[in-house]
């Protein structure tokens, strides 16, 4: 299942509550920056419009949920904390940009008189994922870079077909 389809699967199996104002940060889906700084106060979601928003605490926690507007009138619906647990709000993160046509990059780059290619993101990925590359690959800086991977050639093709179903273009150079 892609990132997207995911998306559309979650939007008809939630249940919404409606809310006055938005007092806290937004998802902005349509910006080219990495993840972490995608988050806005200031991003008015459009009439029709879906996206995530990020309520953070004093101690360092965070709720998240999705948030929609219908008819200038605004309903939001949680995301559980196993979710939450295990990074799946970049799931949502994926599939949003994915669902305004916003591509997010991943470079590899083939490492010379080896069989050996590096794959480098700009964003990290749900869990899942990153326990798949983390099995087929090795971090290329320290233990926790998950972002810069090391693989054999042999499993290009598996680690381009993850990519693609998270709506991550690969670049090769």
Same mark, same amino acid.
């Given at each position: 299942m892609t990132a997207l389809d995911f998306i559309y699967k979650e939007l008809k199996e939630r249940e919404w509550s409606k809310i006055d104002k938005i007092s806290f940060e937004l998802f902005n889906k349509?910006?080219?920056k990495s993840f972490y700084?995608?988050?806005e106060r200031e991003f008015k979601i459009k009439d029709g419009e879906v996206t995530l928003f990020r309520n953070s605490f004093i101690n360092g926690n965070s709720e998240y949920g999705l948030i929609k507007n219908i008819d200038n009138e605004l309903y939001i619906?949680?995301?559980n904390n196993h979710l939450v647990e295990n990074n799946e709000v970049r799931r949502y993160m994926y599939g949003l940009k994915r669902s305004v046509g916003n $591509?997010? $990059?991943g470079y590899i780059e083939f490492i010379e008189n080896s069989n050996l290619f590096k794959l480098k993101l700009r964003n990290a990925l749900p869990k899942k994922e990153e326990s798949i590359l983390l099995l087929?690959?090795?971090p290329e800086k320290d233990i926790s870079d998950t972002m810069n991977l090391i693989f054999n050639r042999e499993v290009i093709?598996?680690?381009k077909e993850i990519m693609e179903k998270m709506n991550v273009?690969?670049?090769e150079g």
């Open positions: 349509y910006s080219e700084n995608c988050w619906s949680h995301i $591509k997010i $990059k087929f690959g090795w093709v598996l680690i273009e690969i670049v």
